[in-house]
């Protein structure tokens, strides 16, 4: 059994940028990056895309799996150890925290690792419909994210489909109407789900047609491994009825499954199964343990967002790891310590408080950290 200081579970942004802040502090962070975790590859998300056209520094976009390689590079370059498994249990529940690797076989296996304090970056994967044809233009036309994908030519004066009916779908179709030619919604019941006002301004919007009782059933297009989508079979689920449709463009507004069963019955979730974090920081309900990137972000869930959160975990696990060393020397400290344990039903209505009043006292502090 090793210990570290700080795990790192995950391999997105948010995770390197964690790493490599930590590791610029001296702290060694050990990151599992999982091997196939979640059916992804080391990397995350990135991993499955092809142009990252958003990232700031890449004026001519980047690849995402060339991104996570140099972000990769990057973390072991000033000294994070990465281990290619996939964590597959922890206990949070006493210090050192522990955390056992897939394949640990019985209940009484001895950890594989434990840790002060541990980063939770293990992100989100957006579901999918298993659609015919689905595979075959899955990013060549098939799309989970149209902030993402939506500017790319491909989609340009093009008939662009976005299947959902909740406030995401309905944000995906409105922004996609910038470069669609029309954007059609697939509402699957008779009613949408988004809230009042969204719903109003998508029904209104010239460019949007909604299609409630309808679902998606088929992908079509070109043939060949880069051939594009062109066509998709629609059906009436009241009437019965099926049509193809001219379509350059599939968007799934069908909601993300963030990857925390791993830690459920152990750490605040909300309903969503999103683990909760306060405002403005990445303190989740027990002190030493943080969350960053799309594991805790259903809003804005971007490689830059989930960066950025990276760096807000690794610095506050920094102080924290920092305060409990000077307590463990001068005991009185002990109270100063930054992050205090949040009470379940506090965390979500912190969270709903957030969306009014995003700066809390716990963002002020951090700002005094002699890293920044
Ligand atoms: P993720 O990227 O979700 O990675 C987490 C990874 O951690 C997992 O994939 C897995 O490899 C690993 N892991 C999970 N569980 C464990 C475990 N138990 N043990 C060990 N390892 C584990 N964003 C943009 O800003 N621009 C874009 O152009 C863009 N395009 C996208 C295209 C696609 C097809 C997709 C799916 C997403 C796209 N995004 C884009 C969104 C972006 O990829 C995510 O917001 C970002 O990757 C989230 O980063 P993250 O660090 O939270 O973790």
Partial sequence: MVHSKVVIIGSGPAAHTAAIYLSRAELKPVMYEGMLANGT??????????????????????GGSELMDDMRKQSERFGTEIIT??????????????LWKEWADGENEEPA???D??????????RRLDLPGETQYWQNGISACAVCDGAVPIFRNKPLYVIGGGDSAAEEAMFLTKYGSHVVVLVRKDKLRASKAMAKRLLANPKVTVRFNTVATQVLGEEGPRGLMTHLKVKNVVSGEEETVDANGLFYAVGHDPATALFKGQIDLDSEEYIVTQPGTSYTSIPGVFAAGDVQDKRYRQAITSAGSGCVAALEAEKFLSEEESSEENPAAATETGQTRIEPAAAEQNAEAAKEKPTGSAAAEYRQNPLL
């Fill in 117 to 126: 304090a541990v980063i939770i970056a293990t992100g989100a994967n957006a």
């Fill in 85 to 98: 498994e996939t964590i597959s249990r922890v206990d949070l529940s006493q210090r050192p925290f522990r």
């Fill in 113 to 115: 690792h434990t840790a």
């Fill in 41 to 62: 590859a080391a990397g995350g998300q990135l991993t499955t895309t092809t142009d990252i056209e958003n990232f700031p520094g890449f004026p001519k976009g980047i």
